[in-house]
């Protein structure tokens, strides 16, 4: 008799363990620790929106409206992310290079 082990449970209690860290790794400071889950958030929503994993934010275009985030995805266009004042993706706009 062969017995498989799924390592389908294990792998999500490790990464959903590495989530958790995050943000507590930033837990003292609440600034942080929005962004964080704005963050988040931005990728998330735009994963959806595009299909496409391995999204992540873009920190070398200044960004000088709060809420908002631009978030690279990979092989496509870039996406700007505005949050509500929870930190939650309210609007997605794709950016049209000039």
Known sequence: ?????RPAPALCAALLTLAACDELAVANDP????????HKSC???VEQQTGVSGSS?????PVVELNQYVIDVPGAL???CYTDENGKAAQLVEFRPR
């Open 43 to 45: 990728i998330a929503a």
């Open 78 to 80: 870039s996406w700007t």
């Open 1 to 5: 008799m062969r017995y498989f082990l």
């Open 57 to 61: 934010v873009n920190t070398t275009l």
């Open 31 to 38: 600034v942080a620790l929005a962004e964080l889950r704005a």
